[in-house]
């Protein structure tokens, strides 16, 4: 045999046998820990490498997901993986009618190609968090990239797996907002609920209002050490958005699938709207009162000159509210509401409905007016009117509205949606009158709790305690719930209140690793849920936390 002929041979074969490697290669149980648990997974033999042939195909539809994909692996790989509409590829997107579950996805991985189908692009993002998870990132970017061969089906269980913030406590900025939205995309949930008026603050820009954010963004100071405080710290604190930064955070969401839901208070928790339009109260001439008296020196100067009412610079229940008994009342909110609905396209608007006290509806000659002329026994009644007054403007607008639990008290609005916070009882009588509920008790969804007894060597948090693992066995459908009013139940969420989370590393140090624990919680069949293993799975997941640099508790990650 001719020199050259041998040497042709020995480069077939050992390029055959590099290949076949690959092909062949029997990956380790290691390689295979997805968050949250996926519906069915069947490991397979080999793995697909990435390099600079990789490329990115599917439909002109799935521009938007294929470009993400493109931009992960290049980013790890340190190759120049690009999205094409059609053409030839080995990473195929495909939408695939015969997939059920609109946010459902098959994920395909052999040696040499990839394809993620699914019934509509949101599935295809889906499929592409899982096959983030799967990606080999032990290497620096530029290193060699692997992913194990591997057949997924996946569906989620609930339709509403939502995330809450509170950026009226403590405000936070744009760039981390689009960071939690960022967070709720890698876990595979859809919603978020962003909590924007309260006493302490107003936080959107409201055009027809512009004193709303002129005043009503800003407090003169804020109460130190925990409720009632130990002093005040005089330093003037607030901030808002801007509409046009309320449409860039909505357009960013939409790309990562997810829905963002505002959250107007209302007819409770609304002194810093009452600060900056005092009419809005039943009794406008009356001081704003502090707990404990632990006011602001600016703010007592600003009520000594004649300025009643400020923005509460201290937490807790107020009893100064919206009146129910003044037409100027809905005028206000109708067109506060119209203005947000401009903004958020939303199918739900959050109307609150929570913790509003009625001491100052007792007294008011207006709302005991109204009381008469609607014939109503009784406060409670009167806040269902109110409610039911508000839901009735947001449907003529093709919008559903959602309040927590305590609409429930006088009647329920005809189409709103509960979410129960005072654990399961409100979701279950919600349902039980073939109402849709999110459940979000505060029993297994406030992470504002400390996530540990030793709470001296803990960041200063509101009270309570709920673990990792307490999260983790959250049921959102009620036990005690009847089988055939399940279907009510949507799904559930987590609520992050900030009084005391006055940073975005606390903010994350809260959330973490307790969102990823409610995202298994949201997404995945009881039957595959199993807590041994979710600690096994969530020490790998950890790495992503670290790779995006963020602030997270070690608290039940065996350390």
């Keep these: 045999m001719p020199k050259y002929l041998l040497l042709c041979l020995i480069f077939l074969l050992s390029t055959l046998s590099c290949t076949n490697e690959y092909k ?7 390689d295979y820990q997805i968050i949250p648990q996926v519906t069915a997974l069947q490991q397979l033999n080999g793995r697909f ?18 470009t993400y994909l493109g931009d992960i692996l290049s980013g790890i790989s340190g190759q120049n993986i690009n999205f094409q509409a059609g053409g030839k590829g080995n990473i195929q997107l495909l939408i695939d009618s015969t997939i059920v579950s609109e946010e459902g996805y098959v994920l395909s991985v052999s040696y040499d190609k990839i394809k993620i189908k699914a019934h509509s692009p949101k599935g295809i993002f889906y499929g592409i968090q899982s ?119 909505v357009a960013y969401a939409a790309k990562k699938h997810i829905t963002v839901i505002p959250e107007i208070e209302m007819p409770g928790h609304s002194s810093a709207a009452i600060a900056a339009y005092p009419f809005l109260s039943c009794f406008p001439e009356e001081p704003s009162i502090v707990p404990n008296d632990m006011m602001s020196d600016a703010s007592r100067k600003a009520q000594a000159s004649g300025q009643p009412k400020i923005v509460q610079e201290s937490w807790g229940v107020f009893d100064d509210v919206y009146c129910a008994g003044k037409e100027e009342t809905f005028t206000f909110l109708e067109n506060v509401l119209e203005e947000v609905m401009e903004l958020f396209p939303s199918t739900y608007i959050h109307i609150g409905g929570d913790e509003c006290p009625k001491a100052n509806w007792k007294r008011c000659p207006h709302c005991q007016q109204r009381k008469e002329d609607m014939e109503l026994e009784d406060e409670h ?23 927590w639990d305590e609409i429930l008290e006088g009647g329920l609005a005809p189409n709103a949606t509960v979410m129960s916070w005072r654990g399961n009882k409100g979701g279950i009588a919600a349902a039980e009158q073939s109402h ?14 400390y996530q540990s007894e030793d709470k001296e060597n803990e960041p200063l948090a509101i009270g309570g305690f709920l673990p990792l693992e307490k999260v983790y066995h959250f049921n959102p459908t009620p036990a005690a719930l009847e ?21 975005e590393a606390y903010a994350e140090y ?26 096994t799975r969530l020490n790998a997941f950890r790495r992503h936390y670290d790779q995006l640099g963020l602030n997270y508790a070690t608290h039940g990650l065996g350390e």
């Design 510 to 535: 809260m959330l973490l690793p307790r969102m990823t624990a409610l995202s298994e919680v949201l997404w995945s069949a009881d039957s595959r849920r199993d807590w041994d293993d979710f600690q």
């Design 131 to 249: 096959l983030r998870q799967l990606l080999e990132t032990g290497e620096e970017p530029g290193k060699f990239v692997s992913i194990p061969a591997v057949q997924i089906e996946d569906s989620p269980k609930y339709g509403y797996r939502g995330m809450h913030l509170d950026v009226c406590r403590h405000f936070f900025p744009v760039d981390f907002i689009k960071r939690y939205i960022d967070l709720l995309a890698m876990h595979k949930m859809n919603t978020f609920h962003w909590h924007l008026t309260e006493d302490q603050a107003w936080r959107i820009e409201i055009k027809k209002y512009p004193e709303l954010t002129s005043v009503g963004a800003w407090r003169n100071g804020t109460i130190e050490g925990h409720y009632p405080g130990t002093g005040n710290d005089n330093k003037r604190y607030g901030g808002f958005y801007t509409r046009e930064e309320v449409k860039e955070v």
């Design 483 to 503: 089988k055939d009013k399940h279907a009510f139940i949507l799904g559930g969420q987590a609520n992050l209140w900030t009084e005391y989370i006055d940073s």
């Design 436 to 449: 849709t509920v999110i459940m979000a008790p505060n029993s297994h969804c406030y992470f504002d709790h």
């Design 49 to 66: 490498i990435v390099n600079e042939k990789t490329q990115v195909i599917g439909d002109e539809a799935l521009e938007s997901e294929g």
């Design 381 to 403: 009644q009167l806040q269902s009117y109110f409610i039911n007054r508000i839901e009735k403007f947001v449907n003529s607008k093709g919008r559903q509205i959602i309040g």
């Design 24 to 30: 062949h290669y029997q990956n380790a149980e290691a």
